[in-house]
């Protein structure tokens, strides 16, 4: 191979390397404002597309240990590659195909696994990476944040009472609901008692006797 073409090959084969995914399409028909409108349209994603002879990708693939594709590169091919998750760069390229009718995805290969079209399309389902750790994480702390809510209940409850009552100016609690049956019973006045029959009494004292009738006044 001319020093030219293996320089052109390893450049690739480094590329490679460092991109987690490799999504191969048909750039046929692709217009030149088309394909940059692509391009900045994957900018934000941290991928990049580039155009490829089907020679020196096969090349590359095979001294990065990627699977045999021989056949899915015909034509003209053009590859996306990227820094960081699949997923929003799945989404793009099947909206831009959809909406312009070209660049339609030959084949993908994740962390080094070959993927079909309909797989590299599913992907595009799938929330972005951050997105998906966002959710892990919630169900991983949904347990414990449940535990510190039981917990703390009876320590809730019992503060809420402390403030009632602080609020009610501290009076104090009313009283059961024996105490006022007690109370009422308490202060039912008593039947009189039946009062003791006294001795009749006795007739006056007759007026001591002076042992002489009274005379009459002479005149």
Known sequence: MRPEKASVVSDLSEKLTRSPFLLVTDYQRMKVD???????????????????KNSFLKRAM???GM???????????AIVLGESDVAPVAKILKAFAAEFKIATLKVGVVDKALLSTAEVEALAELP????????????????ATRLVRVLNEPASAFARVLKAREEKGG????????APAAEAKKEEPSEPKQEQASAPESAPAP???????PTETQS
């Not at 699977?67 to 091919?77: E, H, R």
């Not at 972005?128 to 347990?143: D, F, Y």
């Not at 007026?207 to 009738?213: D, K, L, P, S, V």
């Open 207 to 213: 007026e001591a006797a002076t042992g002489e009738a």
């Open 34 to 52: 088309q394909f940059g409108e692509l391009r900045n349209r994957l900018a934000p994603a941290r991928a990049e597309m580039r155009v490829v």
């Open 171 to 178: 009076a104090a609690p009313a009283p059961s609901a024996a």
């Open 67 to 77: 699977p045999d594709v021989a056949d899915k590169l015909i034509g003209q091919t």
């Open 128 to 143: 972005s990476r951050e997105i998906l750790l966002s959710q892990l994480l919630g169900l991983l702390l949904a347990p």
């Open 62 to 64: 095979a001294d990065t």
